[in-house]
């Protein structure tokens, strides 16, 4: 064998070789390897001293926080957030690497959900039939939809899932009846024009029947006021 040479860096490695010579018709053929690599860390030709460096392992920083939540479909997932650590210590010499992930995914917390926000009610509408049963609604604008699995905004809270946009309810239920107008009784006698009201007279009546159904309404004055005579010297 020859002289060992390193096989190069600090792998600790050396390499050595030999040669074969011819052998006659009567002799045994060379056996074996002409070349071997084997790892020699106390000769210092295949591992030289600034290779001995003290082994370290491999340490993780700190994680990051938590960023804020991703939003995801509305409907079906709360969303995601992620944080992340980088290598703070690298694997030196015969130290052990870094094990485990440079980052994770968990899902946002329910108390990160966030309801869809609305505007305050309006005002209900007219009833859309004086009788017969009708129906009013009202209405609020979204401000803020849902997010991160929050209670979205629905179409209708009676019929719909969600918090309600718009709200219906049943008004004039009573059932509708043939056409009644109005009825005034007659005019009280003139009330007035002495000691205690020199100036003026009043008379007055009263409505015996409300208008029912799409009878004419009582539009009538239910009261007179009058002057009283002068009286001349």
């Given at each position: 064998?020859?002289?060992?040479?390193?096989a190069g860096g600090?792998?600790?490695?050396?390499?050595?070789?030999?040669?074969?010579?011819?052998?006659?018709?009567?002799?045994?053929?060379?056996?074996g390897p002409t070349?071997?690599?084997?790892?020699?860390?106390?000769?210092?030709?295949?591992?030289?001293?600034?290779?001995?460096?003290?082994?370290?392992?491999?340490?993780?920083?700190?994680?990051?926080?938590?960023?804020?939540?991703?939003?995801?479909?509305?409907?079906?997932?709360?969303?995601?957030?992620?944080?992340?650590?980088?290598?703070?210590?690298?694997?030196?010499?015969?130290?052990?690497?870094?094990?485990?992930?440079?980052?994770?995914?968990?899902?946002?917390?329910?108390?990160?959900?966030?309801?869809?926000?609305?505007?305050?009610?309006?005002?209900?509408t007219a009833c859309?039939?004086?009788?017969?049963?009708?129906?009013?609604?009202?209405?609020?604008?979204?401000?803020?939809?849902?997010?991160?699995?929050?209670?979205?905004?629905?179409?209708?809270?009676?019929?719909?899932?969600?918090?309600?946009?718009?709200?219906?309810?049943?008004?004039?239920?009573?059932?509708?009846?043939?056409?009644?107008?109005?009825?005034?009784?007659?005019?009280?006698?003139?009330?007035?024009?002495?000691?205690?009201?020199?100036?003026?007279?009043?008379?007055?009546?009263?409505?015996?029947?409300?208008?029912?159904?799409?009878?004419?309404?009582?539009?009538?004055?239910?009261?007179?006021?009058?002057?009283?005579?002068?009286?001349?010297?």
């Open positions: 064998w020859g002289d060992w040479s390193p600090c792998s600790g490695l050396c390499t050595r070789r030999r040669t074969t010579s011819e052998n006659n018709e009567c002799g045994s053929p060379c056996a070349e071997e690599t084997v790892a020699r860390h106390d000769d210092p030709l295949c591992y030289p001293e600034h290779c001995k460096v003290k082994a370290k392992d491999c340490e993780w920083a700190d994680w990051t926080e938590w960023t804020a939540c991703q939003k995801g479909c509305t409907h079906c997932m709360l969303g995601q957030s992620t944080r992340e650590r980088t290598i703070a210590v690298k694997q030196v010499g015969g130290g052990r690497p870094c094990s485990g992930a440079w980052n994770e995914t968990r899902p946002c917390q329910l108390s990160d959900a966030k309801d869809c926000e609305m505007t305050s009610w309006g005002g209900w859309s039939q004086s009788c017969g049963a009708g129906w009013k609604f009202r209405v609020r604008r979204v401000l803020h939809e849902a997010k991160w699995g929050g209670k979205p905004c629905g179409a209708d809270g009676a019929y719909g899932e969600g918090i309600p946009i718009r709200q219906t309810h049943a008004c004039n239920v009573q059932a509708c009846t043939a056409p009644v107008p109005c009825t005034l009784d007659t005019w009280s006698e003139w009330q007035g024009c002495n000691e205690g009201s020199k100036y003026q007279k009043i008379r007055t009546r009263e409505v015996l029947m409300p208008a029912l159904g799409e009878g004419a309404h009582c539009n009538h004055p239910l009261q007179e006021i009058r002057g009283c005579p002068i009286e001349r010297a």
